[in-house]
């Protein structure tokens, strides 16, 4: 017998679903962070201070552009990024990730996201804490990691760990990604204030317990290292 589904459902059906159906939410989440390609903590601390060296000596660096207008300032032929007490002048990005993929292939010899070309396919490149509006958080390789496609979605969703499956299945997800990030690049250490902003903050409300993962890490000149990190 045929089943019918009325128009109220239609709104609810959602792909991922029948994923995490067959997986679970421990596995799925396993399965997103061994699937994924972190950088090791010797490239993130390097980029760190190299993005703090050109924001001290007043580059223009690149963030990807807003339609928040208020963010900006515009001085003459420059445009400034403005945010509490911070001021810095940045270029916009011409797509939205191409100074990322830039970086990405010179600290790793990878490429990413640039078609047929791209050692890496159906991967997308994730802003863990997103605001890649933001410059300090834009190139920051501490904020970006290699998902696989068919995470993206989640990576990108509002994460509300109060509302539906699916989103809080999100918040899950995207907490247990800032908890790795966090541990694997001892983000407690990095000079935050040599960026004037505070260190960013995983979602506190959403509990992830302690296990380990097997990781993958980009450790430059084409090297992923594989190791075992217990958050």
């Not at 962070?33 to 993130?44: A, C, D, H, K, M």
């Not at 420059?78 to 007490?85: I, L, N, Q, S």
């Not at 890496?120 to 933001?134: E, K, L, M, P, T």
């Amino acid at each position: 017998m045929a089943k019918k589904i009325n128009k109220s459902q239609l709104t609810k059906i959602d792909g991922m679903k029948s994923l995490l159906k067959i997986l679970g939410e421990d596995n799925f989440i396993k399965a997103v962070i061994e699937n994924t390609y972190f950088f090791s903590p010797r490239l993130v601390h390097s980029r760190f201070e190299e993005l703090s060296k050109l924001i001290f000596d007043g580059n223009d660096i690149p963030a990807r552009k807003s339609t928040q207008d208020d963010i900006y300032r515009i001085k003459g032929e420059r445009r400034f990024f403005v945010d509490k007490g911070f001021e810095c002048p940045v270029k916009l990005d011409k797509d939205g990730n191409a100074e990322v993929r830039r970086i990405i292939n010179a600290k790793t010899g990878y490429t990413i996201s640039q078609g047929k070309k791209s050692i890496f396919q159906n991967y997308f490149i994730s802003h863990v804490w997103g605001r890649a509006y933001d410059p300090r958080y834009f190139t920051s390789l501490w904020n970006l990691a290699i998902v696989p496609a068919w995470a993206n979605s989640l990576m990108d969703k509002m994460a509300d760990e109060e509302s539906d499956e699916l989103e809080h299945l999100a918040a899950k997800l995207k907490s247990t990604v800032e908890t790795v990030c966090w541990n694997l690049y001892e983000m407690e250490k990095l000079g935050w204030s040599n960026l004037k902003m505070e260190k960013p903050q995983r979602i506190s409300s959403v509990n992830v317990d302690s296990q380990t993962f097997l990781v993958h890490v980009f450790s430059g000149d084409l090297c992923i290292t594989e190791m075992n990190l217990t958050i």
